[in-house]
């Protein structure tokens, strides 16, 4: 009985020692609003690395695992804290011949009230679905008006089936001035697919905007957050969403210029909020955390140009894309 438990014990360490992850940055703390939401004693846990732009992590929930996009690497892996890295999808976001660009995967990723997964694809510039385990892809939306769109970056998903994304020109081999371009504006959309198999119907909800790239819902879904990786407007703009899908006149929520002015790594990118309604972007210098009244609690500091974040496990784990790292951070504030 003796032999057995030491033999339980040496185990039970082996096991605590494989789930043992180095640490990187810090938690920097602007406003006392943020100890209610970050433990004094969190750390940024590097999960794996070695990737060439991580981007778009997403929790599954049934299955219990996170997936996340490598850009460049046109790559979708999973990741587990039993099995750790594997890949899950190659090509994610360009299916085409030859070389396409320096940012052909898939970008953004969420999963849609039927459990499917919604993959931004920059080479074959659409917006599609497709389930988890079977089957494969659904477009939801490759054009506007006949224009294919640029490269679609972000998306969300509201509670009415609606699909929300964004257009910037960042997987086009020549950026804003690939010769393949159709639409001349980098615009926010919003799509929703027919029950019957027709084509789905695709709306221009914003046109103001210079460089569109993360989106969330207010957990109401009140008000859409856009944050934009444009760094002469580095700015997280909030819009009033209207009762038939459309989107009100946005105001400004956080200029992330005095961030850039100190020389931090980053622009606004990928965004989320939590139960309580605060927005959590990347941006220079991390993540922000930001509260709904626009103020800057603090910012959870990779020390790397940082592209997403996404809620996981019970909704107290933020996770972390930070350039070639997969991280995550433990919370007290609960994601939405």
């Not at 998306?155 to 950026?175: I, R």
């Not at 009140?222 to 444009?230: G, H, I, N, R």
């Not at 989107?247 to 956080?254: E, I, W």
Request: charged share 20%.
């Amino acid at each position: 009985m003796k032999t057995l438990l030491l033999a339980s014990l040496a185990c039970l360490a082996l096991t605590a020692q494989a789930q043992t992850y180095p640490t990187i940055g810090q938690v920097v703390r602007a406003d006392p609003r943020l100890d209610k939401l970050i433990p004094a004693t969190a750390k940024i846990e590097v999960l794996a690395s070695g990737f060439v732009w991580a981007e778009g992590p997403i929790w599954v929930k049934d299955g219990g695992y996170l997936l996340f996009s490598d850009v460049p690497q046109n790559t979708i892996f999973k990741w587990t804290e039993k099995d750790g890295l594997s890949t899950f999808l190659k090509p994610s976001g360009y299916t085409g011949a030859g070389e396409y660009s320096d940012e052909p995967g898939s970008n953004g990723l969420t999963l849609d009230s039927k459990g499917r997964l919604v993959l931004c694809e920059h080479g074959d510039r659409r917006v599609s679905v497709m389930p988890l385990s079977g089957g494969g892809k659904r477009t939801v939306a490759d054009n506007f008006e006949g224009k294919r769109f640029n490269a679609p970056n972000d998306v969300v998903v509201h509670s009415n089936g609606s699909y929300y994304f964004t257009d910037p020109p960042y997987g086009l081999a020549k950026k804003e001035a690939d010769p393949t371009r159709e639409t001349p504006i980098f615009g926010i959309y919003r799509a929703t697919l027919a029950e019957n198999g027709k084509p789905a119907s695709i709306k221009l909800v914003i046109d103001d905007l210079t460089r569109p790239n993360g989106l969330a819902f207010s957990p109401d879904e009140k008000t859409l957050y856009v944050a934009q990786s444009d760094p002469a407007r580095p700015v997280i703009m909030a819009y009033p969403m209207q009762a038939d899908g459309s989107v009100g006149k946005g105001r400004l929520l956080f200029d992330a210029m005095p961030l850039i002015k100190q020389n931090l790594p980053g622009l606004p990118d990928g965004i989320k909020t939590d139960r309580d309604g605060n927005i959590w972007s990347t941006g220079p210098g991390g993540v922000l955390i930001i509260a709904p009244d626009g103020t800057l609690l603090g910012r959870i500091d990779t020390g790397q140009a940082t592209a997403n974040c996404g809620w996981g496990d019970n909704g107290g784990t933020l996770y972390i894309t930070a350039d070639g790292y997969l991280c995550r951070i433990k919370t007290t504030a609960k994601g939405w």
